[in-house]
């Protein structure tokens, strides 16, 4: 059932994906959780409740599903559905990539970075973010730019700087190709 689930959900026959997983969430299913949680923050096949997506996700997140485990980080880092609450989003962020979550490895550096909800820390930054980078995320290569081009958590690197800030336009990020273009429009690099 979760299969024909998952297809009514991809077929974009929400009201069909809602009813089939409102079925497993009954039976304890753990994804099923998750993609209420889904339904509900979309609005797909429902009323939109971020309330309930949040609750959804947390109940998903909580029987270690990691995509729930990064719905609820972000939710509670942006207050969406809940208080917001930057400490518990760091928890669920760091729940997320213990699971190979690779967006949760980004935005928990993004936590150490700023000291948001955890101690600042630059070296722990900037781990989590070569993790991430490494990974093909390109948020966390032009973060991880950032952090070499102001030798935050590593040695100061001009040249490494760019190369993961090239790496992040590559993949389209849109304030490094800015930031690319200019280099180039200003002599500094040559692409």
């Not at 077929?11 to 497993?24: P, S, V």
């Not at 969430?25 to 797909?44: A, C, D, M």
């Not at 609820?72 to 917001?84: D, F, I, P, S, T």
């Not at 690779?102 to 820390?121: H, K, P, S, T, Y």
């Amino acid at each position: 059932m979760l299969q024909t689930a998952y297809n009514a959900l991809l077929a974009k026959e929400y009201d069909k994906a809602f009813g089939l997983y409102t079925e497993l969430e009954k039976q304890k299913e753990p994804v099923s959780y998750y993609y209420l949680g889904f339904l509900y923050f979309r609005g797909f096949g429902v009323e939109a409740d971020t309330k309930k997506a949040f609750n959804c996700y947390l109940e998903a997140a909580t029987r270690e599903v990691p995509l729930a485990q990064f719905e609820v980080a972000l939710m509670l880092e942006n207050g969406e559905g809940c208080e917001q609450n930057f400490s518990e989003a760091a928890f669920w962020y760091e729940e997320a990539a213990k699971r190979g979550n690779i967006d949760a490895f980004n935005n928990l550096a993004a936590m150490f970075r700023e000291g948001q909800g955890v101690e600042q820390d630059y070296k722990k930054a900037y781990v989590l973010f070569k993790k991430a980078a490494m990974a093909n995320n390109a948020q966390a290569q032009f973060n991880l730019g950032a952090l070499y081009d102001m030798g935050l958590g590593c040695e100061e690197d001009k040249e490494k700087a760019i190369e993961w800030c090239r790496k992040a336009a590559f993949q389209g990020h849109q304030k490094a190709k800015e930031i690319m273009h200019r280099m180039q429009q200003d002599g500094q690099i040559v692409f």
